[in-house]
């Protein structure tokens, strides 16, 4: 199409930046504060200026919030999520889509159900279960057999504590029943006719097909796990467990003490670089997952 | 090499039944086309023989072993689908070769048969092609491969040329009926296009909503069809069709503003009542005034080899083949004869055939063998 | 929707669905079924027996004046904050979809900041956005006392808020763009013959065309403003509900009162309203996309 709309392209391009300074802005704030000195990140007017105390910086946060552990927590953390959801996923949809049982209708309505309530509105009592496992298995016990149990076994302080419940909702599992329902009935047809069952088929057809989905539920989940935040704070009360999300707080500068935001900053910027580079490295991914986790 | 047993078949999804009881025989080797419009039960029928569909009542056999209960694997049927369902993440060798891979075959076999079965189809370069890579011809093929190379009892083949362009299928079906000619296997070939099926079939199955209509070789159903809705179905252009009444006062039929006369037994055995008549366009003959019809010519369509032209006789459309050295022009006048012998008489009730003649034609003997056989 | 031809079989489904089932059982059923039971007795946190108490909790929540602050807090925030995030992500799809050269990308920059968890975006805007250095200090070196959100209630919502915008803009922004993706562009070309310009067809054409997914964001960022994941972060890590619970929304109060005031019949029934809500907007949502389908 022929245009020639010199006001309106103008004001586009306007636009953009503007949408550029607005978004883009905070990250260039945090990358100078977190390169300048104790003086330059607190002076009046501040100075956009990159420095060259990054790395200083970003050493002094990493000592003083002990980062080395919640990164690795972090990052076990996140894998296990996006491993066990892409897993579970990939499983629940399978049954879901291509058995005719009587049981689907019972899998799909229970799964479905839960995309209503997040976390952070059951969070009171999904902690006392993972405080306390065993409890409905003991109440189930005494009230079949009138027997007390007495079985302890806690999440707390553990990675199964930080991810399982994280990994109990549907998302995943929408996203790959989207994507099974979009294949040709003839392909399980066909492998039907070829000889192959439902784990054959499974293994052979849908694995190797649904790549390109697993690694857009891969990217959102790994970003989902990362940025966890309420949930490691309830579960963690062990140094050696905390992750990155609560590490932020040992950064902040007290109220009375010496406000070195540029450690602060530097010590953010770290605890935002593995997603922001799952993001800006597999957007076309993240993208796809994000739009079809919705839809 | 098996032959089949459709006995009393029926299926209902729920409660709408959509077949009503299919009663069918096909011999060993014998290359079977079923042919209905959309929606008819024909692919049902197909899947059903295959393993697809559960069967709701009646039963189906396979070299005499009923088949209902088992698995599609366990059939030994090998189906080409309408849309090929290729496996999109394998080579066309993987693709080939997965039912030799699923059924365990050590791998130096598999490739030494996947080889040879692409040598039949032709498709030895492109074997580690992926199916996106392909022409739709070459991924036909690839679905035939397939089938070949399971070495089956019956080839199933559900609409396989319908997503192909017009040459194409022309050189496809060719290549199927080679195929089967080599292989002899039963073949069962379900289309909704009359061409494909007058060409490919031994024996011809016609079907409309549920119900056989027609079982027999291909030149019988065209030259007898036994119901309305066959002989409406079969044939390029269509038959015409018209109703008519059949006078055992004057000895004719009347339609049209015309009356054709009839030998008085014939009128006296077929009784006073309405008809429908049918002639094909092909069967027309252009006569003089006096023999024949007067009817206007309201379009002519040109198709090289002869033309068609439209009319109109007692109010209904009707159409005529006549040869390319006759000219008439839209407007003119045209005098078509409508011979006795061509005519098809069927019951306006019923919609079934009224045979005009006892002495059966020549054909008509095969005709009736392979309806008893069949039922 | 089904499969036409499934493998029939009852044990492997359940099979694959079971260890979904479990956890969902688990986590998700059982805590929900002791929300609702927790919401209408009073019990010791951590043992002792529950009393079954009725209404009371809902009563006792009802009753305190903190807890309507809340809702009014949570309120502002979630309007506010979806209402700006549908704003910005459309202007700039809107600029973004023109592809005019050099336009990619932006394209590509805009979604970054969905990235950053809530907690880690607040502790970051807490210096930028901070009165005394970052960005605003000249400001209120200018005009002492213009901005601080540490005293004033107002400025730390609308703090907050801007946290949340900077965050989901991108996140909007994505689903615009698609949606703008999907306007045939036989209609643009249309429009353009009728003599409309970009502006005009923006106006005319293209924002009413995005009616459905404007309407599914809404949804989408009212829900995610309520109980999202990240307007607890948010909240705790710039500015823990103050000053003076200028900034208590209500996942915030709950979770306070639950493991702070181990208040936990009183949290549950909170829960339960803000389920509710959940409820009605969840069904909104299903409503709305079951009859886009049958437009389709």
Redo the contacts between chains.
């Keep these: 199409m022929i245009q020639r709309t010199p006001f309106a392209n103008a004001l586009t391009y306007g636009v953009m930046v503007f949408g550029f300074l607005l978004l883009i802005g905070p990250f260039v704030v945090i990358m100078s504060g977190a390169s300048q000195t104790f003086q330059q990140v607190n002076a009046i007017p501040f100075s956009f200026l990159p420095q060259d105390r990054l790395l200083e910086n970003m050493s002094a946060a990493w000592t003083r919030a002990s980062l080395g552990t919640a990164m690795l927590n972090s990052f076990v953390m996140a894998s296990l999520v996006t491993v066990g959801k892409v897993a579970l996923s990939a499983l629940t949809a399978f049954a879901i889509v291509f058995f005719r049982t009587p049981l689907k209708g019972f899998f799909f309505w229970m799964v479905f159900i839960t995309l209503m309530l997040p976390l952070e509105v059951r969070v009171v009592p999904t902690y006392a279960v993972a405080a306390d496992l065993f409890q409905p298995v003991r109440l189930l016990i005494s009230a079949v057999t009138g027997f007390e149990v007495s079985v302890d076994w806690n999440l707390l302080n553990s990675y199964a504590g930080l991810t399982l419940p994280l990994i109990a909702t549907a998302t995943g599992t929408f996203l790959y029943r989207q994507f099974y329902l979009t294949l040709p009935d003839e392909l399980a047809e066909a492998a039907r006719m070829d000889g192959s069952g439902p784990i054959r088929f499974f293994i052979d057809m849908l694995l190797p097909l649904s790549r390109t989905n697993m690694l857009a539920l891969t990217t959102i989940m790994f970003v989902y796990g990362w940025n966890q935040y309420l949930w490691p704070l309830l579960m963690v009360t062990d140094p050696e467990y905390k992750t990155t999300m609560m590490s932020l707080v040992a950064l902040l500068p007290s109220d009375n003490g010496t406000p070195d935001w540029n450690v602060t900053l530097a010590g953010s910027l770290i605890i935002m670089l593995p997603p922001l580079i799952v993001v800006a490295v597999l957007q076309r991914w993240f993208v796809r997952g994000l739009v079809a986790t919705e839809k | 090499m098996a032959d089949i047993a459709i006995r009393a078949v029926r299926k209902s999804y729920g409660k709408t039944p959509t077949l009503h009881g299919i009663d069918l025989a096909f011999a060993s080797g014998e290359f079977v086309v079923i042919l209905g419009p959309s929606g008819c039960g024909k692919s049902t029928l197909l899947?059903m023989i295959?393993?697809?569909?559960e069967i709701t009542a009646g039963e189906i056999a396979i070299n005499g072993r009923v088949v209902n209960r088992l698995?599609?694997?366990e059939r030994g049927?090998?189906?080409v689908?309408?849309?090929?369902?290729?496996?999109?993440?394998m080579t066309v060798a993987g693709n080939i070769g997965?039912?030799l891979k699923?059924?365990g075959v050590p791998k130096a076999e598999r490739l030494r048969r996947i080889e040879e079965t692409a040598k039949i189809v032709g498709l030895v370069d492109y074997l580690d092609r992926k199916p996106a890579a392909l022409s739709g011809g070459q991924r036909q093929r690839v679905a035939m491969a397939?089938a070949i190379i399971?070495e089956p009892n019956v080839f199933l083949f559900d609409e396989p040329l319908s997503n192909l362009d017009a040459k194409l299928r022309v050189t496809m079906r060719a290549e199927i009926r080679k195929l089967h000619q080599r292989l002899s296997a039963t073949s069962i070939f379900v289309t909704h296009d009359q061409v494909e099926a007058m060409t490919l079939a031994d024996k011809l199955v016609v079907m409309n909503k549920g119900v056989v209509e027609q079982v027999g070789q291909p030149l019988d159903i065209y030259h007898r069809p036994a119901s309305i809705f066959v002989a409406s179905f079969i044939g390029s252009p269509a038959m015409n069709l018209f109703d008519a009444h059949i006078s055992v006062h004057d000895a004719c039929l009347a339609f049209g503003g015309t009356k054709m006369p009839i030998e008085k037994a014939l009128a006296a055995r077929l009784g006073e009542r309405h008809v429908t008549v049918g002639i094909r366009p092909e069967q027309c003959v252009v006569a003089s005034e006096a023999r024949g019809i007067a009817m206007k010519v309201d379009f002519v369509e040109e198709l090289g080899s002869g033309r068609v032209i439209h009319s109109e006789l007692g109010g209904q459309p009707f159409a005529a083949c006549i040869d390319e050295e006759t000219h008439v022009r839209p407007g003119d006048r045209i005098a078509l004869e409508l011979p006795l012998a061509h005519l098809h008489v069927f019951d306006r009730e019923t919609g079934r055939r009224i045979e005009l003649e006892f002495e059966p034609r020549s054909g008509r003997g095969a005709t009736k063998r392979q309806m008893l056989e069949a039922v | 929707m089904d499969k036409r031809a499934a493998f029939r079989s009852w044990w492997l489904p359940s099979l694959f669905a079971l260890p979904q089932i479990i956890l969902i059982l688990l986590f998700f059923y059982w805590p929900a079924v002791a929300v609702l039971r927790w919401a209408f007795t009073l019990e010791p946190p951590f043992g002792g027996a529950a009393e079954f108490v009725g209404l009371a909790n809902f009563q006792e929540v009802f009753a305190d004046p903190l807890y309507w602050n809340s809702v009014g807090v949570s309120l502002a925030f979630a309007l506010c904050g979806t209402l700006a995030t549908i704003f910005i992500g459309l202007v700039l799809a809107l600029a973004v979809d023109r592809q005019l050269p050099g336009s990619a990308p932006f394209r590509f920059l805009y979604i970054l900041p969905y990235a950053i968890a809530g907690p880690a975006a607040g502790m970051a805007f807490r210096f930028i956005l901070s009165p005394e250095r970052g960005l605003m200090a000249s400001v209120n070196a200018a005009f002492p006392d213009f901005w601080n959100p540490a005293k004033y209630g107002s400025h730390a919502l609308i703090l907050v808020i801007v946290v949340f915008a900077w965050k989901w803009a991108g996140y909007t922004f994505i689903f615009l763009l698609a949606g703008l993706q999907s306007v045939p562009r036989s209609l643009i070309e249309a429009a353009a013959m009728d003599g409309c310009g970009p502006i005009r067809r923006a106006v005319d054409i293209q924002i009413p065309m995005l009616a459905p997914t404007l309407f599914f964001l809404l949804v989408i960022m009212m829900t995610e403003g309520f109980v999202g994941a990240d307007t607890y972060g948010i909240v705790a890590r710039t500015t823990d509900g103050g000053p003076n619970h200028g900034t208590d929304v209500m996942v915030y109060r709950i979770v306070e009162e639950a493991f702070r005031g181990l208040n936990y019949s009183g949290a549950s029934a909170q829960s339960l309203v803000l389920i509710g809500l959940i409820m009605v907007f969840t069904f909104i949502q299903f409503r709305f996309i079951e009859r886009q389908v049958h437009y389709k």
Excluded: K, T
């Design positions: 899947r295959a393993g697809l569909e698995e599609p694997r049927c090998a189906m689908f309408q849309n090929y369902a290729l496996y999109p993440h997965y039912a699923v059924a397939r399971r």
